[in-house]
């Protein structure tokens, strides 16, 4: 099963140089402290958040997934 992974969004935004305020803005939200609370777990992001998230990190929605290593391991026989 695919996993939501924060740490892929946290990390494609900082390799891209946008900043909270900018990605706050992007998405619509009030603050950065708004949007670092979404990148930092406590809330969770809408699924019709995630097209402008993917729009803002230039990804793709997938990129946001982490895949089980149990799953990602497994060979069929």
Known sequence: M???NLQAIADRR???GIS???MAEKLGMKSPSMYWKY???QYKF???????????LKCS???FYARDSA?????PA
């Open 46 to 56: 809408r699924a019709e958040d995630l097209p402008k998230l993917a729009d803002a």
């Open 2 to 4: 695919a996993e939501f």
């Open 71 to 75: 799953e990602t391991e497994h060979k």
């Open 39 to 41: 990148e930092h777990g």
């Open 61 to 63: 929605v997938s990129r």
């Open 20 to 22: 909270t305020a900018n």
């Open 14 to 16: 900082v390799q891209l």
